[in-house]
T-cell receptor, first 110, second 115 residues
Framework: DAKTTQPTSMDCAEGRAANLPCNHS???????VYWYRQIHSQGPQYIIH???NNETNEMASLIITEDRKSSTLILPHATLRDTAVYYC???????????FGKGTMLLVSP | NAGVTQTPKFQVLKTGQSMTLQCAQD?????MSWYRQDPGMGLRLIHY???????DQGEVPNGYNVSRSTTEDFPLRLLSAAPSQTSVYFC??????????????FGQGTRLTVV
C-alpha cells in the first residue's frame, strides 16, 4: 500500500470547516483513499473513502486532486465532538487490511 | 445489531500468565483482524483472518495466537504475557475484497496491562 503523509496536529474553531490534508504521492491506480477517525481511546470509526471522484456523505467530504497524489477531508461545520485523531489510509480497492500511520490530531475549540 | 464486541474491556495480567481476548461480530463479515495500539502510536496489525479456518500473520504477530472456528468469533491468545504486551487491543471486521464497501467496524478495545 502507498504511504501517506499527514500533519501531526491541526486546530479548528467550532462551527468552522476543518480541512485535513493528506499526501499520497505514490498512490497506484487501483488504490483507494480511506479516512478513519479515533475519538479518545475508542475504536477507529470509518468516515469516507474514494478512488478519484470527490465524495460526500453525512459526515464529511473527500476531495481528491486530479493526479490523485493528495486529498483533503473536509468536516463542513466542526463541533467539539469532532476532536479526534484522523487517519488517511491508502489501500488496494476492496482489500481489507488497513495500515495506520500516526494520523492528524484535530483539536476543535469553542 | 451489536457490531463488534470485545471482552474484557480491562485486564491486568502478571508476567508469564496466559489469557484470551474475545472478539465477536454479528454482521456476517468474512474478514476479521486484531490490532494493538501503544501510546502515541497508530494501530499495528497482529493477525487477521479471511474466513473460518483461515488465519495469517500481520506486522507484529510474535507472542500471539489466533484461530477462527466460526465466522462470528476471532479470539486472540497471549501465550505467556510480557510487559511489552501492555497495550490497547482492537478487533475489527469487514466484508472481504469482492464487496463494494469494505468499511471496517472496530470494537471498543481491551486495555491490557502486564505487570
Amino acid at each position: 500500500d502507498a504511504k501517506t503523509t499527514q500533519p501531526t496536529s491541526m486546530d479548528c474553531a467550532e462551527g468552522r470547516a476543518a480541512n485535513l490534508p493528506c499526501n499520497h504521492s505514490t498512490i497506484s491506480g487501483n488504490e483507494y483513499v480511506y479516512w478513519y477517525r479515533q475519538i479518545h481511546s475508542q475504536g477507529p470509526q470509518y468516515i469516507i473513502h474514494g478512488l478519484k471522484n470527490n465524495e460526500t456523505n453525512e459526515m464529511a467530504s473527500l476531495i481528491i486532486t486530479e493526479d490523485r497524489k493528495s486529498s483533503t477531508l473536509i468536516l463542513p461545520h466542526a463541533t467539539l465532538r469532532d476532536t479526534a485523531v484522523y487517519y488517511c489510509i491508502v489501500r488496494v480497492g476492496g482489500y481489507s487490511t488497513l495500515t495506520f500511520g500516526k494520523g492528524t490530531m484535530l483539536l476543535v475549540s469553542p | 445489531n451489536a457490531g463488534v464486541t470485545q471482552t474484557p474491556k480491562f485486564q491486568v495480567l502478571k508476567t508469564g500468565q496466559s489469557m484470551t481476548l474475545q472478539c465477536a461480530q454479528d454482521m456476517n463479515h468474512e474478514y476479521m483482524s486484531w490490532y494493538r495500539q501503544d501510546p502515541g502510536m497508530g494501530l499495528r496489525l497482529i493477525h487477521y483472518s479471511v474466513g473460518a479456518g483461515i488465519t495469517d500473520q500481520g506486522e507484529v504477530p510474535n507472542g500471539y495466537n489466533v484461530s477462527r472456528s466460526t465466522t462470528e468469533d476471532f479470539p486472540l491468545r497471549l501465550l505467556s504475557a510480557a510487559p511489552s504486551q501492555t497495550s490497547v487491543y482492537f478487533c475489527a471486521s469487514s466484508f472481504l475484497r469482492d464487496r463494494d464497501n469494505t468499511e471496517a467496524f472496530f470494537g471498543q478495545g481491551t486495555r491490557l496491562t502486564v505487570v
